[in-house]
């Protein structure tokens, strides 16, 4: 698919990652609205970048736990941008709680991350869906974790909700063709960002330590995953790993 004209939004824009795919959407032709929560200073510099790049851009704060401000983000992506083609599920939430003090991890806390990283995404595609397929070329990319895949992530909770994110796309995948394809891209740690500051020291370590080529995931290969899933016109239902490779996550 041709990205000239078409119009996306990115969930969690105003962070570093969402930030980079907001800006590699706008490069390759895409009119790109993001959300945000709370980061206003963030969202306005993505908002800036993705007009430096000659594309329209708006920022609508979001709850995506809400499913009233969900409906009012359509509204206002819709009613600001004319249309929507591609949904990036990119805002998340985690904490740092190692896998071994059950005691930390509270009912609380695991409904925050379920809530947010898998119940939130699924809400937006549901409520995104019938103007993704309007043009029969919708996109929806979600950004999960290899903690997603084998036991190692900020918390249980975390590793549990991208897990569930996993399936869920390959879910949505079958759900939403033949108009709408439905991908997932996988980051290991990806360093400098506000989420890597929450992982345990032991987890980080142990990314730098497997990874095959030396160095973790970058945002900007991140956003040019999405970016390739975007355009693609025959691939739906799969998950592509980036974190320097790491032998786990190789399968």
């Known amino acids: 698919m041709d990205l000239e004209g ?12 969402g930030g980079a795919i907001a800006r590699a959407l706008a490069q390759a032709g895409a ?7 709370g980061h206003k200073q963030g969202a306005a510099a993505t908002i800036d970048a993705v007009r430096a790049a000659g594309k329209r851009s708006l920022a609508v704060q979001l709850d995506q736990c809400d ?45 925050r991350i379920m809530d947010t990283n898998l119940r939130g995404p699924y809400l937006l595609a549901r409520a995104f869906a019938p103007h993704l397929r309007k043009h029969g070329s919708g996109r929806i990319v979600n950004i999960a974790s290899v903690g997603g895949l084998y036991p190692r992530s900020s918390s249980i909770a975390y590793s549990a ?16 063709a033949p108009d709408i394809s439905v991908n997932c891209v ?3 740690l990806v360093e400098g960002t506000r989420m890597a500051q929450r992982l345990p020291d032991e987890v980080v370590q142990t990314a730098r330590r497997q990874a095959v080529l030396e160095r973790v995931a970058s945002a900007q290969d991140i956003a040019a995953q999405v ?7 025959s691939v739906t239902g799969q998950v592509l790993v980036i974190d320097g490779g790491v032998p786990g996550a190789m399968h």
Do not use: E, M, Q
Request: some cysteine.
């Open 227 to 233: 970016v390739t899933f975007c355009r693609a016109d």
């Open 31 to 37: 009119d790109v609205a993001i959300s945000y929560v």
């Open 67 to 111: 499913p009233v401000s969900i409906d009012a983000a359509v509204d206002t992506v819709v009613g600001g941008l004319g249309r929507v083609d591609i949904l990036v599920n990119n805002a998340a939430w985690n904490i740092g709680i190692p896998f071994s003090d059950l005691a930390a991890l509270t009912a609380d806390v695991w409904d």
């Open 6 to 17: 078409k119009t996306a939004l990115v969930t969690g824009g105003s962070g570093d990652i």
């Open 186 to 188: 996988a980051p290991g």
């Open 161 to 176: 909700s991208k897990a569930g994110l996993i399936h869920l796309t390959r879910c949505l995948a079958v759900a939403l």
